[in-house]
């Protein structure tokens, strides 16, 4: 079965803090994966993909095909990155089709 | 450029009833998906158009829902009749053909009574 999980609902962090959230997948065949974000009262806009390997606004994330994860972490957190986050995945050639995670609320506090 | 525009950005009706959404892609974005997103869930693919045709709608609860994009360019999506169940925010999203970035739009939220 295709699936993404993310088992963190919420993860709250102060300012400064390293931040990691958490994402797991299962796909049958060669997966692209990407990290989602929608910061409150905007548009759920694409933040990265696994395929490019850079990092924006701080965050990076490395697929290990082996334990089937693509976490995403930052070393210090900042208070604009509070936000809903969704890892997704897509099968190669669509990567419109995806299948997206439950989300994880990212709060940082000052 | 502009972005992915939806409309209504609200709609609450009663079960049984039915409900449209608009939906107006980036220009030029060959590519429309429509996703639904219940309330603590991820989005869900709907369907997705490629110009005018369907590439798939194998999650579409095609008993109530149904979907079109004449000339390729707008879209509607359309339930009836409506379930409680329906309840969500329904996402139309865009895209270039073959293109990796995938554009939202604001969503539509639907209450279902």
């Known amino acids: 079965a295709q699936r993404v999980t993310q088992p963190e609902k919420l993860l709250s962090v102060f300012k400064g803090a390293p931040v990691e959230l958490k994402c797991n997948y299962s796909?049958?065949?060669?997966?692209?994966l990407f990290w989602y974000v929608q910061y409150s009262r905007q548009r759920l806009q694409l933040l990265l993909r696994?395929?490019s390997r850079e990092s924006i606004k701080g965050f990076t994330a490395d697929l290990n095909k082996g334990e089937t994860s693509f976490h995403l972490k930052k070393p210090f957190a900042q208070e604009e990155d509070s936000a809903m986050y969704y890892c997704?995945?897509?099968?190669?050639?669509?990567?419109?089709?995806?299948?997206f995670g439950q989300g994880t609320t990212l709060q940082v506090k000052p | 450029e502009a972005g992915v525009a939806q409309s209504p950005r609200y709609k609450i009706i009663e079960k049984r009833q039915s409900v449209a959404f608009w939906c107006n892609p980036i220009?030029?974005?060959?590519?429309l998906y429509w996703y639904q997103q219940i309330l603590g869930q991820g989005p869900k693919l709907l369907i997705q158009?490629?110009?005018?045709?369907?590439?798939?709608d194998s999650q579409l609860p095609k008993d109530r829902f149904s979907a079109e994009r004449l000339k390729g360019v707008d879209s509607t999506l359309k339930i009836q009749p409506a379930k409680l169940e329906d309840s969500a925010v329904y996402l139309c999203?865009?895209?270039?053909?073959?293109?990796?970035?995938?554009?939202f739009g604001q969503g539509t939220r639907l209450t279902v009574v």
């Open positions: 999203a865009s895209s270039h053909l073959r293109e990796i970035k995938v554009f």
């Open positions: 796909y049958s065949g060669s997966p692209e």
């Open positions: 696994h395929i």
């Open positions: 997704a995945l897509s099968g190669l050639g669509n990567t419109g089709k995806l299948i």
């Open positions: 220009s030029g974005h060959a590519t």
């Open positions: 158009f490629q110009n005018n045709g369907v590439v798939d």
